[in-house]
């Protein structure tokens, strides 16, 4: 019955417990971070302004240097500034960091503008393919995210919304009160679980003419599965997403690329919902409690659902979380392919995509400012440069700086301190490559 690659999903499970570290390093201190070494860290292992300085330039005309407008506005994506009118229109508080970063003449917010208007998404894409590729070549997430598995979330993340500015790709829907809206959003695939986290990829859903509603997030997010599986082949072991993806077209793409899915049931109102209540109600399916974080969780977990029109059967599990001190309770519901993951594992997943402050979505929004319309002309080239950013960051923190983890230096922290150190620095000499 099965269609899913059990031997190779086999060669992505390893042992969680032989895989964890041994924790003997020191905790650190704030001077370790360096964005000096950031930078050659992205220079050197990912090559960041060699294809910056790659990318092909469209303008008419070229009087700054086209890597002189792209690569400082990577810099200050990584360094998570708010806007660019923050850092390219406030000279006097801006004049020394720009100067460390930028050769020759200081760009006005205009020509950033334009040239990120005529940066190519593709190409920008291809140096977002060719990192994650060379995170995964340096075998970064072989011990698994969560439990052995390599766990990765897939989301729309809405980039920003207006109701008087509107480009060409702007999606597009009617609020309550009648008015248009204007807005663009992305499906993200992010790996869920241990540090680093690392964005995977992206796809930008696109406007439709006329009566056609513009795509949705399912379209993106089959579409993204499949172009990461051509990419980079079994980029994860586990899918979790929210109630929208519990679609069979969604399903089967998930299963045909020999992954599993996990996904977070909400809407009572499925079928496949009230037949499992009925059974767990009488008592099937009961599961030993566990307990988490000061809770006792009870679980039911049953296999053998069917979803029409899909062959494979799905499992699913109920959990009951009771705080042992003040007795609130809690159910969270799943769905998943898979007949293997043990329902502690599959606990801990939905755990750790719904976390707060734990997940990638969530600092996409809140420290990288994700859903700022930075240049409504160049929306899905400033998204990449902000994966790539993020990608390299995540890196740079939890996998060349021993004892980052444990050392609790904040996110803000840690952007203060890249911010100072451009302040103290030139860095001009990193960035730019022989003859630049
Ligand atoms: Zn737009």
Redesign the pocket.
Known sequence: MECINTQKWHLFRYNYSTTKKTKKEGAINEKKLELKKLLIYAKSVYHIPQKIKELTDKRARKTIPFFNLIMPVFLFLLLQYESFHTVFSSPESMRKRLKHCIRGRIPKVDAIRDALGLTDPEETEGILTATVSRIQKNAVLRGGTIGGYVTAAIDGVELFCSRK??????LTRKTASGEME???KSIVCTTVGSNPHLILGQDMLDPRDGAEKDEGELTGGKRLIETLYSQHGHFADVIVADGLYLNVPFLRVVLKCHMEAVIRLKDERRLIFQDAEKLFGSGEGKKEPFYREGKKIDCWDLDGFELEGLQEKLRVVRYREKNEKTGEEKWVWLVTTSKEIDYKILWKMMHKRWDIEENAFHQLKTYYHADHCYC?EA?EVIFLLMLIAFNIREMYLYRRIHGFERSKITRKSVTRIFRDDLQAENLCWILYIEGG
Not at 165 to 170: A, E, M, Q, R, T
Request: hydrophobic share 20%.
């Open positions: 500015k509107k480009c060409g790709k702007c204007y807005f663009h409504h929306v």
